[in-house]
């Protein structure tokens, strides 16, 4: 298991841990050994599922209603999590939303505004309340590492997303320039902050109208020929939470199977 060198393992947070890469993040951050609280904003249900599934593996686990892009909200998820929950060690910026698809025009405003509240300005909040309190660890306590910020970026950042969702993947261009910047402020207090970067992964994200449909044609377009799974994404992120990545900071990780390629036909 993995912990600050105090030996107190220190909590991991994990924003939209109800379902898809948030889930399997937060069971395998419990695996761990780390207590472990999640946010959701509608799946309630599932997210109570998650929290039992953390407690099984003996550690404290909490879920918390809170809607990321509600900077008040975030607000008082920390101010509860102060009174009685672990400190936290780890936080995982992984709530993210695709917003309305299409071409640029097909989008509204409103959308847009909603994809950089929840992506972006939620994310640079969660990172704040963070790190003010990482902040109030004592200097010379000995840890050489206090705290770990891994937020979670797209494959969009670079491509795009023409026609599909252009402001989502300016969104993740936005989380991947903020993070570079903030690894290095935070580097000599002790906290090393990361991107991971999904290729396409399996989860509900691709189902805005809640049907499965098949994905077998955007699979083939992937090198490995499949879409990856929301653990092998989990698995990323705990090694960039993990004592293992003591030297990376500012790192933009991509999962992504090879990438996308054009097939001969
Ligand atoms: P997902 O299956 O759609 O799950 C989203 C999770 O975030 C749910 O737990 C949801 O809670 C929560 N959530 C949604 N809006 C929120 C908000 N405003 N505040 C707090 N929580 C919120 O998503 P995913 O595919 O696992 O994606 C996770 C992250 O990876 C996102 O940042 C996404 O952009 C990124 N990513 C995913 C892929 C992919 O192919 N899946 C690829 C690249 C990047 P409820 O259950 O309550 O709705």
Request: proline share 4%; charged share 20%.
């Amino acid at each position: 298991m993995t912990m600050n060198k105090t030996q107190q393992p220190g909590a991991v947070l994990v924003t939209g841990g109800s379902r898809g890469i948030g889930r399997s993040t937060a069971i395998e951050a419990a695996r761990a050994g780390y207590p472990v609280c999640i946010t959701y904003v509608q799946n309630e249900t599932e997210a109570h599922s998650v929290v039992e599934q953390a407690k099984s593996y003996g550690v404290q686990a909490r879920a918390i209603q809170a809607d990321v892009g509600d900077l008040t909200q975030v607000r008082s998820l920390f101010e509860a999590l102060d009174v009685d929950f672990p400190p936290l060690y780890g936080l995982v910026n992984n709530a993210g939303i695709i917003g309305q698809r299409g071409s640029m025009l097909d989008i509204s405003a409103e959308s847009v505004a909603d994809v950089f509240a929840v992506n972006v300005l939620g994310l640079i909040e969660c990172c704040r309340q963070f790190l003010l309190r990482v902040d109030r660890v004592p200097e010379g306590s000995g840890r050489e590492c206090v705290g770990v910020i891994v937020n979670l970026s797209s494959g969009a950042a670079q491509e795009g997303a023409p026609f599909h969702y252009i402001p989502y993947g300016a969104s993740k261009a936005a989380v991947e320039t903020f993070s570079v910047g903030l690894a290095k402020e935070v580097a000599a207090k002790g906290v090393r902050v990361n991107v991971v970067s999904p290729g396409v992964i399996d989860t509900d994200i691709h189902y805005p109208d809640g049907v499965r449909k098949s994905m077998e044609a955007l699979a083939q377009t992937i090198a490995m020929g499949r879409m990856g799974t929301p653990q092998e994404i989990a698995h990323a992120i705990m090694w960039m939470l993990s004592a293992e990545a003591s030297y990376v900071s500012g790192a933009v990780l991509r999962v992504a199977g090879g990438g996308r390629i054009l097939r001969r036909t």
